[in-house]
């Protein structure tokens, strides 16, 4: 218990001494570690977006890094209305979770230091999209020059035009980092509605949400998650959330329809046109409900 105390209180110099003794500041990670989190401010900004690559089989990911720490009034170091961090960057590399139609692949091949403008190059280990390449139409060019999807034109593909499901960044929150990453609107349905972990749901619903123009398969999957009572409740409310917030009449309200038609469906007692008592038995069930009074 003092040493838990101790841990909690200790000042910088007394911390520093604790990691030197438990992993000796002449390793690299660590000799990089304090001069770049502690001994001087900002934290990465990560601005990403992919391009699927049909003949060589791969994922190309632009990367933009920048700083969230105010620049020198007089340096000329803006990158995209962030701040770059210089060439120094953060120690390490960040991971990128693939998920592809064969199975999932972490590339931990994202430097954080040097170039703040960058292409990364990720090899995709599913044959889908090879195969499908060898049906090519006549006429089209055979240098390849055709071949890039960019991710931004291919919202009402199919997932059958390449191997991806859906692309993580960091999935671990390894990095205290502000990530913007962009990928086909279609991919962010496929992490909404297969992915198990409750921190990259979250992530696809806040993403769904601030769609520009949204389309009813967007709608159909927040509700399809919110009706999905083996999902964390918390992430429920927030499709439930989600649902309110797109409902327009460019979708002819069909957010606030559904949700009127998940309240209805639990809660209304058609018997005497009232609102039943409130049930107890499931307590996140109960939770989401409550968020729609």
């Given at each position: 218990m003092h040493t838990i105390e101790f841990i909690r209180l200790c000042s910088f110099i007394q911390f520093r001494h604790l990691a030197n003794k438990i992993g000796n500041l002449e390793r690299p990670f660590l000799k990089e570690f304090f001069p770049r989190w502690i001994e001087s401010c900002g934290c990465p900004i990560m601005?990403?977006?992919?391009?699927?690559?049909?003949?060589?089989?791969?994922?190309?990911l632009a990367v933009s890094?920048?700083?969230t720490a105010k620049a020198d009034p007089g340096s000329d170091s803006h990158v995209n209305g962030d701040i770059q961090e210089g060439a120094t960057g953060w120690p390490g590399m960040m991971s990128v979770r693939v998920h592809e139609t064969d199975g999932v692949y972490d590339h931990p091949i994202l430097p954080m230091a040097g170039?703040?403008?960058q292409v990364v190059e990720l090899q995709c280990h599913s044959k889908l999209a090879a195969k499908r390449f060898q049906k090519t139409k006549k006429g089209s060019k055979p240098d390849g020059s055709d071949d890039n999807v960019d991710a931004s034109t291919q919202e009402n593909r199919t997932s059958m035009d390449s191997p991806l499901l859906w692309i993580r960044v960091d999935p671990e929150m390894e990095y205290l980092a502000e990530i913007h990453f962009h990928q086909p609107i279609q991919m962010w349905i496929n992490q909404l509605e297969k992915d198990k972990d409750v921190?990259?749901?979250?992530?696809?619903?806040a993403v769904l949400e601030k769609l520009p123009q949204l389309s009813f398969a967007v709608i159909n999957a927040l509700n399809n998650f919110l009706n999905d009572t083996k999902a964390f409740w918390r992430v429920r409310v927030e499709a439930a959330?989600?649902?309110?917030?797109t409902a327009s009449e460019e979708t002819d309200l069909a957010g606030l329809l559904h949700l009127v038609k998940f309240y209805?469906?639990?809660r209304f007692d058609?018997?005497?046109g009232l609102p039943r008592p409130n049930d107890f038995h499931d307590i996140p069930e109960y939770f989401v409900l409550e968020v729609m009074h």
């Open positions: 601005r990403l977006g992919i391009s699927y690559n049909k003949r060589r089989n791969l994922v190309e890094r920048g700083c170039e703040a403008l921190i990259s749901q979250s992530q696809a619903i959330y989600a649902l309110a917030v209805k469906s639990r058609t018997d005497i």
